[in-house]
């Protein structure tokens, strides 16, 4: 039976990538961004493997896609990623003008909704979407992060 791209779906994509950070010892924050239904950018924290604490995973993400394109604007774009953006990937989000931005577990600390970061007008944002998988992935990392130290 083929599986439907959904939400669900694509945020399993991303949970992948958050995955992949986890095993890498990068905290785990997975994105994925879609157009016309097609994964056309994958990515996961890398601030720790490039030394530069602007490489979160939406970052990378806007990078890929914006190269996969050819153009710096994401319209018709969706932003798949497991954790809330933060104020400085918001603003990044902002400039790409994307369409729509999906994300998993909410970030009350440092995310934009908190902080009030704003998006471009005609954004769209959709949150919760597999939230207890991601904010678990999340937990149990900063758990065994702790316990090593």
């Not at 990538?17 to 157009?35: D, F, H, K, L």
């Not at 954790?83 to 999906?102: K, N, T």
Request: charged fraction near 20%; glycine fraction near 8%; charge should be neutral.
């Amino acid at each position: 039976m083929l599986q439907p791209f959904d939400d669900t779906y694509f945020m399993k994509k991303a949970l992948q990538e958050a995955q992949e950070a986890y095993r890498q010892g990068e905290i785990p924050v997975g994105a994925v961004v879609v157009a016309g239904g097609t994964i056309i950018a994958r990515a996961h924290n890398l601030t720790e493997t490039l030394t530069d604490v602007t490489a979160h995973a939406e970052m990378q993400a806007i990078t890929a896609a914006s190269n996969y394109l050819g153009g710096k604007y994401l319209h018709d774009c969706t932003l798949y990623v497991t954790l809330e953006p933060c104020q400085m990937c918001g603003g990044a989000l902002y400039w790409s003008q994307i369409s729509r931005i999906v994300y998993g577990a909410r970030d009350m600390e440092r995310g934009c909704i908190n902080l009030k970061t704003k998006l471009h007008p005609k954004t769209k944002i959709t949150g919760g979407i597999l939230e207890e998988e991601a904010a678990t992935l999340m937990k149990q990392f900063f758990v065994e992060r702790r316990n090593l130290n």
